[in-house]
């Protein structure tokens, strides 16, 4: 073949819209509950400004006018729906902000943003070919239930369980074990399925999430992120003993297992696994430490440590994440909210008037916060501290960590 011919081969594989487009396409699925969903709204983007620490990440994010950048080379399928997992619906797009939770309308803008921003606008940075990101993640979801992958063996009452479900009657214990049982073994591992199925779906027909798709580009599973644990740092049932460490064992193990299954069901047997270690509340005090949150955290990032996950597996922690500052404008908050509680029950009781009440509720609040906390709550915060505050400053920091510990794994 002579060379201009060899040239013009070169640029037809290449296709119109250059030679970047024609390279295989980057895969990268990001899965779990309501963090992985996200619920930082784009109001709160500015707050990301204030701090001459991430100011440059707010640039990444936002045009010259102001606007929320959309990534040309990025783009997204969203499988989320009501946290039941009813109405699921898919979101598609290039990447841009919007595709974080999305409550009852699961295939329209949202309003806000989860860790997929600053992730996809990392690698649309770092990489010159073309990326899909595969998100699915529903709120209030466990690994111990719904997300349970099938080598982790059916879910099973533990011996507290057992003492708690079959004894006295007591607070929180099912009216009808029968029925209990059988629902929840209708849940267990739906939600890993539903993961799993949409990859799939979505992997078989990529040009459906990214329209220049060619077949003969192919694709490669790149990644996996997986931001999740609330839901079973609460459960006291199904790790019970609070305060004693290695109280959340099992769940190290349940994840073990999920990431064994996931790569099994995708065929990719060395596909480079994040895990995103829960830090809600932010970094421990080591004067007074909690110790479930502790051994949580451990039980979390233990896998990675696993001699047939060295290399292959990370875990980050997002606990320095979490905004310190609106952390304690948070606490200040609920201590408001406590007092309220506390002169309401004094006004039924009759011990106080609904005008003594509102006075002294009014002096708290002026005590505890300042005109100035407040107006920076509302330029940062827009969630419950379950949900990093939402945050935006916090998730654009999370996205960002979890693709730079991915782009050193990439072929």
């Not at 011919?5 to 819209?17: E, I, R, T, V």
């Not at 400004?49 to 045009?63: I, S, V």
């Not at 005090?285 to 896998?303: E, G, I, L, S």
């Not at 039924?348 to 505890?368: C, I, N, P, S, V």
Request: with cysteine; glycine share 10%; aromatic share 10%.
């Amino acid at each position: 073949m002579n060379r201009m011919k060899w040239c013009m081969a070169m640029a037809l594989a290449a296709g119109l819209s250059g030679g970047a487009m024609a390279k295989p396409v980057k895969v990268f699925i990001m899965a779990g509950q309501s963090n992985m969903e996200g619920h930082a709204r784009v109001t709160t983007f500015d707050y990301i400004g204030d701090d001459p620490a991430t100011a440059p990440l707010l640039k990444q994010m936002r045009n010259a006018d102001g606007t929320s950048k959309v990534c040309d080379h990025v783009w997204m399928s969203y499988l989320t729906g009501h946290y039941e997992g009813k109405a699921n619906g898919e979101g598609l797009g290039k990447l841009t902000t919007g595709f974080g939770a999305r409550g009852s309308a699961p295939t329209k803008d949202g309003g806000k943003i989860g860790p997929e921003y600053t992730f996809g606008l990392r690698m649309d940075e770092k990489l010159d070919q073309p990326v899909v990101i595969i998100k699915t993640a529903w709120g209030g979801r466990s690994l111990h239930t719904e997300f349970r992958s099938p080598s982790a063996g059916p879910y099973e009452l533990n011996e507290f369980q057992k003492k708690f479900y079959y004894g006295p009657p007591a607070h929180g214990r099912p009216a009808d074990m029968d029925k209990w049982l059988a629902e929840k073994k209708a849940e267990t591992g739906r939600f890993y399925r539903m993961m799993i199925e949409h990859v799939q779906k979505t992997l078989k027909d990529l040009k459906h999430v990214y329209p220049d798709y060619k077949e003969e580009q192919g694709y490669e599973i790149a990644g996996f992120v997986w931001l999740q644990g609330f839901n079973d740092a609460v459960d006291s049932q199904t790790y019970p003993e609070r305060g004693k460490l290695g109280r959340y064992n099992e769940y190290s193990r349940l994840l073990e297992c999920f990431i064994r299954d996931v790569r099994k069901d995708l065929n990719a047997p060395k596909m480079p696994f994040v895990i995103g270690v829960m830090g809600v509340g932010g970094e421990v005090d080591p004067a007074k430490p909690n110790v479930d949150t502790v051994d949580f955290r451990r039980a979390m990032a233990a896998p990675a440590d696993l001699p047939e996950f060295k290399g292959n597996v990370i875990a980050i922690q997002t606990a320095p994440f979490w905004d310190a500052k609106l952390g304690e404008i948070d606490n200040k908050l609920l201590q408001i909210k406590n007092k309220r509680g506390y002169f309401d029950s004094q006004v039924k009781a009759g011990k106080m008037t609904k005008e003594e009440a509102a006075k002294q509720l009014k002096e708290f609040e002026d005590k505890t916060i300042t005109p100035e906390d407040r107006k920076t709550w509302e330029r940062g915060a827009s969630n419950a501290g379950y949900h990093y505050l939402g945050c935006a400053k916090t998730f654009a920091l999370m996205g960002r960590a979890f693709a730079d510990a991915l782009l050193p794994l990439q072929k």
